[in-house]
């Protein structure tokens, strides 16, 4: 091989390897949630766990849910009332509030909200929305047995 071959492969590698790096800086600097909206057996409620899956602490400013009926109504059906989502009085902090990497948010809903979410199998449209704006609005639920101490997820 000769000396400009050797150095345009050498070239080359360098910037595939500091574009990787670059993509995976930025990768790691974004904030990420996951949201689950899980049913305590026995107890019929409802609470959302919000998780800090990312490597920077995130502020959470508030949360908005449309309870539908049927498929297309939790799109757009009215949402929840703030004053009737949560329960102030079993939750010990409220938004907004910061959390760290790993840590965990569970919010119980009113007894109201969670009713309805029962009796309409989950069928909702959840938003958190953080201080930068961003909203989220993927999430998963489950059951958490009380009982016997196991999970089921529903989807």
């Not at 920077?56 to 799109?75: F, N, Q, S």
């Amino acid at each position: 091989m000769r000396t400009d071959q050797i150095a345009l492969i050498i070239a080359g590698y360098g910037a595939l390897l500091s574009t990787f790096l670059f993509i995976q800086k930025l990768l790691k600097e974004k904030r990420k949630i996951s949201i689950v909206l899980e049913h305590i057996a026995f107890y019929t409620r409802v609470q959302v766990i919000i998780t800090n899956t990312g490597h920077r602490p995130i502020t959470l400013t508030h949360m908005k849910m449309r309870v539908g009926v049927g498929d297309e109504d939790a799109e757009i059906g009215e949402p929840v009332p703030q004053n009737a989502l949560i329960d102030e009085e079993l939750n010990e902090k409220t938004f907004p509030v910061t959390i760290s990497d790993g840590e965990s948010l569970a919010i119980l809903l009113s007894s109201v909200v969670s009713q309805m979410l029962l009796e309409n199998n989950f069928r909702t449209r959840l938003i958190v929305y953080d201080s930068e704006g961003h909203e989220y609005t993927k999430f998963k639920t489950r059951t958490y047995n009380p009982k016997w101490g196991g999970y089921s997820n529903k989807n």
